[in-house]
DNA sequence: CTGCCACTTCAAGTCAACTTGAGGTCAAGA
DNA sequence: TCTTGACCTCAAGTTGACTTGAAGTGGCAG
């Protein structure tokens, strides 16, 4: 007995299943059939689930996470589309420092403005340095 | 001439006057009067536009780029809410830490498939448990 | 003084990733 | 057999962060 309904597939994954009927019409997952009306899962839709998480935890959108899957059947992911992310990530991190180190010292700064404070105009600098340079657009 | 209309703003800071007065309907800018009708910004919305990008390209949704910014209430609160959002950073640097991690090795790993290596299947069983803990959300 | 057009407002549109709701079907337990 | 209610479909709604468009206004070059 390896078939679950979609409620089954809800409980383990701890996907709703409006988002499990939504992944499939996007071709993110499939049922292998169906038992009346209802969709039949195999175990294969867990590992599929948690790749779909992991990409998504990684900032790659549902279209992409599909491009990576469908390639082939297993996630025979492309390798250099994974280190850009990781460098992408990289860059997240360093500015998530610098935020944290801004706030931290805004808490702890006396200054009286922390336009007058040199930490947090150089923080400002490189922010908007690169604000204006990429224009919009995160994650 | 320490005033600028919403064009100049937009010219030296790279944002689009439609989302300098989406920001200021938000209260994330101010502007410091009209002529006439046209709003007219201080040099301060600089500085004020390089925190925004900052904080956006961190991944904090305007609302909390806006807590952090409007220092309303005592400024004790204030410092306590700061402090509490480096200490929030700093997990969120740490778990991306271990997915740019975890996305390097897989990139690298010799293994057939990535579902066959053990790194990765860790990264997977993370996120997808994540995924079930949280619901939605990414970041 | 006039006219141009950059600016204004306000409503509506867009996109991703889902969720919700209305109305319908059917497997299974009483 | 009948009832229940979990599942189905399809359309529309939601949220965040903006953008676009229509219609109006007024600063300023000529």
Avoid at 12 to 38: M, W
Avoid at 96 to 122: D, I, K, M, V, Y
Wanted: charged content about 35%; overall charge positive.
């Amino acid at each position: 007995m390896a078939l679950f309904d979609i409620a089954e597939v809800g409980r383990r994954s701890g996907v709703p299943a409006s988002t499990l009927r939504f992944y499939e019409e996007k071709g993110l997952i499939e049922s292998i059939g169906r038992r009346g009306l209802r969709r039949t899962f195999d175990v294969d839709v867990f590992e599929r689930l948690s790749l779909i998480a992991l990409g998504r935890s990684a900032g790659f959108s549902l279209e992409e996470i599909g491009g990576m899957l469908r390639r082939d059947g297993g996630p025979e992911i492309d390798r250099a589309q994974l280190l850009m992310k990781a460098d992408e990530i990289d860059r997240t991190i360093r500015r998530l420092r610098a935020l944290r180190n801004g706030l931290r010292h805004a808490a702890a700064c006396e200054a009286p403005s922390h336009a007058q404070c040199p930490t947090f105009r150089r923080l400002m600098a490189v922010a908007a340095e690169r604000a204006r340079k990429t224009g919009r657009r995160v994650r």
